[in-house]
């Protein structure tokens, strides 16, 4: 959890720079020439349609799921029949197909293909 949130800051942080040479210089804000270097996890950012086709195929892959009643928009308990062992299951297929770590608490809010691509989409390490 700590390296997660560690990473996720670090992944937004604007890091000023001075360059001698190849020394750097101290203290960095005290010099008039600095510049901004700007890092950004956004910029590989996932598409939705991405987000969209993988959580679908890891929802029609489950060995419990008729393929053909999987949309974007299916609950995996009213429309699938799946109980929540089933839906802590499929959790933890799109935690590894994004290679993530959804906190419990999140996993629980997580009961459909919509609330999972929201999720996914929105989260800031999903690659």
């Known amino acids: 959890m700590a390296s997660a949130l560690r990473a996720a800051i670090l992944g937004h942080v604007r890091v000023p720079v001075v360059a001698n040479g190849s020394k750097l210089l101290a203290p960095l804000w005290t010099h008039r020439t600095t510049s901004v270097r700007s890092m950004s996890s ?12 993988r959580i679908l195929d890891i929802v029609k892959s489950f060995p419990k799921v008729d393929p053909s009643k999987v949309t974007p928009e299916v609950h995996f308990q009213k429309d699938l029949g799946l109980d929540s062992l089933d839906n802590v299951e499929i959790i933890m297929a ?13 996993a629980d809010k997580i009961d459909s293909c919509a609330l999972a691509i929201e999720y996914v989409y929105n989260h800031p390490m999903a690659s």
């Not at 956004?42 to 086709?53: A, C, M, P, R, S």
């Open 94 to 106: 799109i935690e590894e197909e994004f290679k993530l770590e959804i906190p419990d608490k999140e």
């Open 42 to 53: 956004h910029d590989d950012h996932l598409e939705k349609t991405q987000v969209i086709d």
